[in-house]
């Protein structure tokens, strides 16, 4: 049993598709290397735009899937439907009751490229050349219907859509699912594909994106006093949870404790942040607390730092708020300085980061942080930084943070698996 | 146009769609149950047939045509 008597949930399969690699374990060995995802834009589309970089995909989906189901999916569903297969076939892909595996799989904003084609041909050749698998292309739930279709998954598909808090808050969802006894496996992450004219366009006119588009590799920069915005990245990150008890019966390897999730809502603005960072701070203390992990326990925090002047410094004092004295030993890392922002699909990819820190004790370094804020009073890394347990015989804990325009704050935590005497 | 031109450029049209390569669609085949085609990929089947052969396929008329031979003998009658 874990915190609060309740069932202990782990981790036991991940899979990512990143502008950073094809899986998760190339994404993690580029984090490692402090490699830069982010380019310059070729097509053509990008003159009318003031944001010309991005950050694709490595590997294009198209190719994993194959062209035939591929065109019935929108990119979106493409990418989660890849990252899923590999994450199920790293927890073993074991035989289960249909009626026992889960599926929480979302999206920020679906299949934005499928509508915007539906429309070129519907205004260009009649809705009679419109494609039939438009609407399930465009549905932000297509994914989880995927993937629950791939896996036979019939313990329900979810999709919970918070914007760029997606892909954790499905995660959060998942761990609730085993939890209530709904599942004794979940399929959960998130998905984002939508660089492309119109998003760009209309993060620009927000002022939310970097237009540093001479030097693209050095465009995204969390808490770096030259940042200027994000840079919209794309791929899918999904884990596979599990409660422990089953997956003990099948002696599956097991990575980490899916400890707790901590929610709040802003109820301030419906894209910017409340003032002092008190919802971010009130989430992260719920995870704490859902885990039940001091923040003593706490070595490192993936940050959502997405890298715009306002958002990274409320996050960065929120995490001082929230681990108070403590918070001095948190080795703090902002992924998207590398990856740029996956929007729903950052919080899932975030915390297979999280989760191979723990696993590798390792946290990835934040790229590009040359002048950080004066009042920076939190200890980001910017080299690989190895981890150490900070409270002899307690768990090391681990701490993802993901925050959605409407005011939706997320924060995971995880813990290292130690067995008992009795599980091993 | 032949049966035989007409089942050559069906084949093509369900290679695209559903990906049987077009020399292994033959005309007994089943949409459903042999070439795993639903609902959905019969309508853009469908509009394809239309732009090839010149041939409407009314929405009525689609529900009944079960194998490729269907299609076939419905655009020679039709065109």
Redesign the interface.
């Known amino acids: 049993m874990g915190n609060n008597g309740q069932v202990s949930v782990v981790v036991t399969g991940l899979g990512a598709t990143t502008p950073l690699g094809g899986d998760a374990a190339s994404t993690w060995s580029a984090m490692l290397a402090g490699t830069s995802g982010v380019q310059r834009i070729t097509e053509s589309w990008v003159d009318a735009l003031p944001v010309k970089i991005a950050a694709p995909a490595v590997v294009d989906p198209v190719a994993v899937i ?3 189901q591929a ?2 999916m929108d990119r979106c569903e493409q990418f989660a439907l890849v990252a899923a297969r590999e994450a199920w076939a790293d927890a073993g892909a074991p035989e289960i009751d249909p009626y026992r595996l889960g599926v929480a799989v979302s999206s920020g904003i679906g299949g934005i490229g499928s509508t915007l084609s539906a429309y070129d041909a519907l205004r260009d050749k009649g809705w ?2 419109i ?3 438009t609407v399930p292309m465009l549905m932000p739930n297509g994914a989880a219907g995927w993937i629950s279709i791939e896996f036979g998954a019939k313990a329900g598909a979810h999709a919970l859509v918070s914007a760029c808090a997606s892909g954790a808050e499905t995660i959060g969802y998942g761990i609730d699912m085993i939890r209530s006894g709904r599942a004794d496996m979940v399929i959960a992450g998130g998905s984002e594909a939508a660089i492309m004219a119109l998003n760009l366009g209309a993060f620009a006119v927000m002022r939310a994106m970097s237009t540093r588009n001479d030097e693209p590799e050095r465009a995204s920069r969390p808490f770096d006093k030259g940042r200027d915005g994000f840079v919209l990245g794309e791929g899918a990150g999904v884990v596979v949870l599990e409660s422990l008890e089953h997956a003990l019966a099948r002696k599956a390897r097991i990575y980490a404790v899916a400890a707790g999730a901590g929610y709040s809502s802003d109820a301030h603005h419906i894209s910017l942040g409340a003032p002092n960072g008190e919802g971010v701070t009130f989430a992260m203390k719920a995870a704490l607390r859902d885990a039940g992990v001091t923040p003593a326990q706490v070595v490192h925090v993936n940050a959502h730092a997405t890298s715009t002047p306002g958002g990274d410094p409320l996050e960065a004092r929120a995490i001082g708020t929230a681990f108070g004295d403590d918070a001095a030993g948190v080795v703090v890392s902002a992924t998207k300085s590398m990856t740029g922002h996956l929007l729903g699909g950052a919080g899932a990819i975030e915390s297979v980061a999280s989760i191979m820190a723990l696993v590798d004790r390792m946290a990835p370094p934040t790229i590009n942080l040359d002048d950080p804020d004066d009042d920076l009073a939190i200890d980001v890394a910017t080299k690989p930084r190895s981890l150490a347990p900070r409270i002899p015989g307690a768990p090391m804990a681990v701490l993802n943070d993901a925050f959605g325009f409407g005011g939706h704050n997320v924060a995971l935590v995880f813990t290292e698996y130690i067995p008992l005497a009795t599980e091993a | 146009m032949t049966d035989q031109e007409i089942l050559a450029g069906l084949a093509e049209i369900i290679e695209e769609i559903a990906g049987t390569p077009a020399d292994e669609v033959t005309a007994s085949a089943s949409f459903i149950e042999d070439l795993d085609i639903d609902s959905l990929s019969m309508v853009e089947i469908a509009v394809a047939a239309q732009d090839k052969f010149g041939v409407e396929i009314p929405d009525e008329q689609l529900k009944d045509l079960k194998t490729v031979q269907d299609v076939v003998t419905f655009v020679a009658k039709s065109s």
Request: glycine share 10%.
């Open positions: 194959g062209r035939v065109r019935k009679e050349r494609s039939p698998y």
